[in-house]
C-alpha cells in the first residue's frame, strides 16, 4: 500500500535511480518511488528539477508548508486524468444557478448532519449538549430554503458557530477552551488545532482530486474565482467533523497533546514542531483507519471514502446518479 511521507527535517530531496533520497547532515533515508503516494514538507528541503521531473512523472504532489505549519502550496504535476468532457460538465453545473445550487446545499447537508452525528454521539454519553443538538437541527431545516449559494454559506457558518459550542462540553479541559473561532494566527490551543487539522484534510482532498477527471479549480459552495483551489474545500466540509475533530478529541482527551506543545506570540497561538508531529501521525492513522461501508458491505479507509465522494460527484455530473453526501453513523 502506498503511503503518504512527512517531512519535518531541514535538507534536501533528490532521485537515486529509482527511489527518492532524503538526506541532510545526520541522516539518510531511500523511499522507493513506488511506496509513495504524496508527500507533506514541513521542514526547510531543497529539491532540483532532477527530481521534480521525477515525481511528476509518477504523478506525485508534493504539498509545502512554511515554518509556523500554514499551508503554503503544492507542487501539482500535470493533470494524467485530464478530462475535457468533465470539465465542460463541472463548468455547465457551476454556471447553471439551479445546478450549481442543488450540489453546493448538498455539500452543507453532509456536513450538518456529521456535525449533528458528532454531538448527537457525546450527548448520548452524558455530555451537557442537548440544546446545542436542538439549535443545529433547526438551522438544518432552514438549508432547504436557501435562495442562493451565499445563503447556503451564511447558514453553513451559523450551524458550524452553534456546533463549535460544544467542544468545550465534549473536551472539558480548561487549557482548550474555544470561545469564538480565529484563523490567521488563531487566538488559542484549540482554534490552533483546529486550523492546522484543516490545513491537512484540503490538502489530502486536493490529492485524491488529483487521481479522478475532476478539476479541483471548479467548487460548487465556495465560488470559483481567482483562487487556485476551491473544489477540495468543499469536499472537505462533509468530511471535517469526522475526521479534523474527531483527531483533536482523541488528541487532547488522551493527553497527547498539550498546552506545552503550543507557542505562543503576539500574533496568535501555534502548534509547535512535536505537536504537528503528534497530529500529523493521528491524521495519518485516521486516514488508514477502515470502516464498514453500508452499500459496499465491505471495509474502506477514510482516505478511500474522501476518493468515493469525488466519484459520486463525477457520476451526478455525468447525470448518471444524484449525488448524495458521506453520512457517518455517530
Not at 210 to 227: E, M, Q, S, W
Not at 260 to 281: A, M, P, S, T
Request: a positive charge.
Amino acid at each position: 500500500m502506498k503511503k503518504s511521507i512527512y517531512v519535518f527535517n531541514n535538507g534536501a530531496l533528490k532521485r537515486k535511480d529509482n527511489t527518492v533520497v532524503f538526506e541532510n547532515e545526520t541522516d539518510r533515508k531511500v523511499l522507493p518511488i513506488e511506496d509513495i503516494n504524496d508527500i507533506y514538507i514541513f521542514g526547510e528541503v531543497d529539491v532540483n528539477k532532477k527530481f521534480l521531473d521525477f515525481i511528476s512523472q509518477k504523478q506525485i504532489i508534493i504539498h509545502f508548508f512554511n515554518y509556523h505549519g500554514y499551508y503554503s502550496g503544492s507542487f501539482y504535476p500535470r493533470e494524467h486524468y485530464n478530462s475535457g468532457y468533465m470539465i465542460l460538465k463541472q463548468a455547465e453545473y457551476y454556471l447553471s444557478e439551479e445546478k450549481r445550487q442543488f450540489i453546493a446545499a448538498k455539500i452543507v447537508e453532509g456536513s450538518a448532519k456529521n456535525m449533528l452525528n458528532v454531538v448527537k454521539y457525546y450527548d448520548n454519553r452524558g455530555k451537557d449538549v442537548g440544546e446545542i443538538k436542538e439549535n443545529i437541527n433547526q438551522l438544518y431545516n432552514r438549508i432547504v430554503k436557501c435562495q442562493n449559494t451565499s445563503e447556503l454559506m451564511g447558514i453553513e457558518g451559523n450551524i458550524r458557530e452553534v456546533y463549535y459550542k460544544s467542544f468545550e462540553h465534549i473536551i472539558d479541559n480548561d487549557d482548550f477552551i474555544f470561545e469564538q473561532r480565529t484563523k490567521r494566527p488563531p487566538k488559542n490551543h484549540l482554534n490552533a488545532m483546529i486550523s492546522f487539522g484543516n490545513s491537512m484534510l484540503y490538502v489530502l482532498v486536493l490529492g485524491e482530486i488529483y487521481k479522478t477527471h475532476l478539476d479541483a479549480r471548479i467548487g460548487y459552495l465556495h465560488t470559483t474565482n481567482f483562487r487556485r483551489f476551491t473544489l477540495n474545500l468543499d469536499i472537505a466540509e462533509v468530511f471535517k467533523p469526522i475526521i479534523v475533530d474527531r483527531i483533536l478529541f482523541t488528541l487532547i482527551g488522551k493527553k497527547i497533546i498539550q498546552k506545552n506543545d503550543f507557542d505562543k506570540d503576539l500574533e496568535g497561538v501555534l502548534l509547535k514542531e512535536d505537536g504537528r508531529k503528534k497530529f500529523v501521525e493521528e491524521f495519518d492513522r485516521r486516514m488508514k483507519t477502515t470502516i464498514k461501508h453500508k452499500q459496499l458491505g465491505r471495509e474502506v479507509s477514510y482516505r478511500r471514502l474522501i476518493r468515493m465522494e469525488l466519484y459520486k460527484l463525477e457520476k451526478h455530473l455525468m447525470g448518471e446518479e444524484e449525488y448524495t453526501p458521506y453520512i457517518s453513523r455517530w
